[in-house]
């Protein structure tokens, strides 16, 4: 049972994982010891967090702009130079837009659409070689982050963001039932209100933010990391194509 979360000796590379939950996953991971490898498109950032968690363990920094196909396949060629298998992705570089319904623009559907759906797909198949690698020795995670506005409706007028996040929901499944044949397991996680860049409302307010959610909190660090590393490691190996909730009950009261 003690090795039931360890990640040691695991390889993980994560995207937008120089802040916000991606850096949480990325924090979690490698205190349960596996080599972690994090991209975002702004280098100096993804730089400074790998500088900041190598004190945990081995952190890389591998700056990529994913929203791209082209940008996607030269992240899987960098990372793929320094590994040759790939143990644990995390599909978590995302965006948002919102704007009112009768003035909703076309660019703000497709930056976020190609970010937060295509993204994930054409990512896990440039590196699906070096994920079935992994897989011919013990299986081999994808985790795609979605959102709890992927589950139930939020309020605010973010048309693409909603429609992308609940097709990725789907797509996690749709994936999942292929990629179990390569010993590689696909799941997801929708997370609720947790303090970040694209959550400003849960940083900025969160005792106004707390007072709906039933559990009486934002999320916090360890809660995105605990969920993280449950589907990551052995524990998760049987949690095939499902997506966890992880909000503190915000879905069932909305």
Not at 181 to 196: E, K, L, M, R, T
Not at 199 to 208: F, I, L, S, V
Not at 225 to 241: M, N
Request: aromatic share 6%; hydrophobic share 45%.
């Amino acid at each position: 049972m003690k090795h039931l979360f360890s990640l040691e000796g695991r390889s993980a590379l994560i995207t937008g994982g120089s802040r916000g939950i991606g850096r949480m996953i990325a924090e979690g991971f490698l205190t349960q010891g596996a080599r972690v490898y994090i991209s975002a498109r702004k280098a100096a950032a993804c730089d400074q967090t790998a500088r900041e968690l190598s004190h945990l363990g081995h952190c890389v920094s591998l700056p990529a702009d994913v929203s791209t196909l082209e940008g996607a396949r030269a992240l899987a060629a960098a990372y793929s130079a320094l590994e040759p298998q790939l143990d644990i992705l995390v599909n978590n570089a995302g965006a948002a837009w919102g704007a009112p319904f009768d003035e909703f623009p076309e660019s703000g559907w497709d930056k976020v659409v190609d970010l937060n759906l295509k993204t994930p797909f054409f990512l896990t198949q440039a590196l699906a070689p070096q994920l079935r690698t992994a897989g011919k020795v013990r299986a081999a995670k994808v985790i795609n982050i979605a959102s709890i506005d992927g589950v139930s409706v939020n309020p605010q007028e973010t048309y693409s963001y909603a429609a992308s996040k609940a097709g990725l929901i789907h797509l996690t499944r749709r994936m999942a039932l292929r990629l179990i044949q390569d010993n590689i397991v696909v799941s997801g996680i929708a997370p609720g209100a947790f303090a970040s860049e694209m959550n400003r409302d849960a940083r900025d307010h969160a005792q106004e933010v707390s007072a709906r959610v039933p559990a009486g909190r934002i999320g916090v660090d360890a809660d995105m990391a605990g969920a993280a590393i449950y589907l990551a490691s052995r524990a998760g190996d049987y949690v095939v194509g499902e997506t966890l909730v992880v909000d503190g009950g915000v879905t069932l009261a909305r």
